[in-house]
T-cell receptor, first 114, second 111 residues
Framework: QQQVKQSPQSLIVQKGGISIINCAYENTAFDYFPWYQQFPGKGPALLIAIRPDVSEKKEGRFTISFNKSAKQFSLHIMDSQPGDSATYFCAASIGWNAGNMLTFGGGTRLMVKP | DGGITQSPKYLFRKEGQNVTLSCEQNLNHDAMYWYRQDPGQGLRLIYYSQIVNDFQKGDIAEGYSVSREKKESFPLTVTSAQKNPTAFYLC??????????FGPGTRLTVL
């Protein structure tokens, strides 16, 4: 089953707080898990990505946690800022020989209140 | 500047018309992709191409057609067979790896 489920659909966080977005997948063949950030009217931009051979990856205020056995991964945004207000998408893909097609979650609209 | 360009930014179509959305990249990427995004939803794959003169259907290819005559270009035609074409269309490209870079999108509205 090529499906990625994302939660919550929307999230409101106070400035300086931690934003947490969760994703779960079905297909154990997925081997690449990126997170994209999208501002209204713009194309998504890659934020951070992880391969299943590591359990955590951190880039600045953004951290991906990956639980292979549970088939879940999550995005943590530390010290959330109003400029982080955007829609976030998790995704998963299998690899070049399988077309490298991204399967996206439904998205989370994040609002960071000043 | 390297990147992906999509044109036009806004497109209006009358019922029964075919329209073509442009996608060009100067990143020397092998693969190109078309996604459709509906309000409040994730992106769904329409077509993808890993090499010139070859392309594959994605999850929602019905009512759409593509061509890949040049490495840099991957135009998408929305045909009259697509019954609900109003959406935000996104083109992406990648080198033979994983990271996909997205263009700015084309918003198509049916009048």
């Amino acid at each position: 089953q090529q499906q990625v489920k994302q939660s919550p659909q929307s999230l409101i966080v106070q400035k300086g707080g931690i934003s947490i977005i969760n994703c779960a997948y079905e297909n154990t063949a997925f081997d690449y898990f990126p997170w994209y950030q999208q501002f209204p009217g713009k194309g998504p931009a890659l934020l951070i990505a992880i391969r299943p051979d590591v359990s955590e990856k951190k880039e600045g205020r953004f951290t991906i946690s990956f639980n292979k056995s549970a088939k879940q991964f999550s995005l943590h945004i530390m010290d959330s800022q109003p400029g982080d207000s955007a829609t976030y998408f998790c995704a998963a893909s299998i690899g070049w020989n399988a077309g490298n097609m991204l399967t996206f979650g439904g998205g989370t609209r994040l609002m960071v209140k000043p | 500047d390297g990147g992906i360009t999509q044109s036009p930014k806004y497109l209006f179509r009358k019922e029964g018309q075919n329209v073509t959305l442009s996608c060009e990249q100067n990143l020397n990427h092998d693969a190109m992709y078309w996604y459709r995004q509906d309000p409040g939803q994730g992106l769904r794959l329409i077509y993808y191409s890993q090499i010139v003169n070859d392309f594959q259907k994605g999850d929602i290819a019905e009512g759409y057609s593509v061509s890949r005559e040049k490495k840099e270009s991957f135009p998408l035609t929305v045909t009259s067979a697509q019954k609900n074409p109003t959406a935000f269309y996104l083109c992406a490209s990648s080198i033979s790896g994983f990271e996909q870079f997205f263009g700015p999108g084309t918003r198509l509205t049916v009048l």
